[in-house]
Structure formats: structure tokens, C-alpha cells
């Protein structure tokens, strides 16, 4: 599968902006998606993640209640609604496709397939 990763952009503290993670192929119900972020020095972190088949969601602590992941079927496409943000969130945005259902979702070692990357930035 691949995936492609927008809607990043250049935002100002408390704004809001979506990002989309089209992908191409068939994404099975036994696929977790995953957003992660990596900001300039630091390791990839978690972000938020989706498991394919119960739609059950998972959020990093520093985005829990600002930022909401979502999946539309039809469209293989999974959203990252991201709300009030701040300029901790500054960094480069991927998404990732996890083949295997059991396990954690959080570490970006078990994912398989990765999108380009979207930047945010936010300043003002």
C-alpha cells in the first residue's frame, strides 16, 4: 500500500488544520493507522492511531482533546483533525499503515508502509 500525506501548512497558536492520508491499495480491516510527527532533533513520536476494523482510537497525551483521528472507508483515506494548536506541534507529520492487528500501536518501529511526511508549522 502506499500512502500520501497532505494538508500540512503554516498555522498560527490556537488554529486548526486537517490532515488527509490517501491510500492507494487496499487497506484490510487487520490494518492499524497511525499519525506520527518528528520535529527538527528529535526521534519520531506518536501522534494518534486508528485500528481499521473496530475503529477504536488511541491519542498521545499532549494531543488528547485537541486533535481527533478519523477513517473514511470509501475514501481508504484516514484524517487528522488538528485543533487549538500550539507551537509544541511544529514538525513533520506522516502517517503509517500497520499490517498486524495485535500489539501496540504507539511505537514507530511496527509499522510497514509510511507517506511522505506533511510540515506544520505552527507560529505567530
Known amino acids: 500500500v502506499q500512502l500520501q500525506a497532505s494538508g500540512g501548512g503554516l498555522a498560527q497558536p490556537g488554529d486548526s488544520l486537517r490532515l488527509s492520508c490517501a491510500a492507494s491499495g487496499t487497506i484490510y480491516s487487520s490494518y492499524v493507522m497511525g499519525w506520527f510527527r518528528q520535529a527538527p532533533g528529535k526521534e519520531r513520536e506518536f501522534v494518534a492511531a486508528?485500528?481499521?476494523?473496530?475503529?477504536?482510537?488511541y491519542y498521545a497525551d499532549s494531543v488528547k482533546g485537541r486533535f481527533a483521528i478519523s477513517r473514511v472507508n470509501a475514501e481508504n483515506t484516514v484524517y487528522l483533525q488538528m485543533n487549538n494548536l500550539e507551537p509544541e506541534d511544529t514538525a513533520v507529520y506522516y502517517c503509517?499503515?500497520?499490517?498486524?492487528?495485535?500489539?501496540?500501536?504507539?511505537?514507530?518501529?511496527?509499522?510497514?508502509?509510511w507517506g511522505q511526511g506533511t510540515l506544520v508549522t505552527v507560529s505567530s
Open positions: 503509517g499503515a500497520d499490517t498486524d492487528y495485535s500489539g501496540s500501536v504507539y511505537g514507530p518501529e511496527k509499522y510497514d508502509y
Open positions: 486508528i485500528r481499521w476494523r473496530s475503529n477504536a482510537k
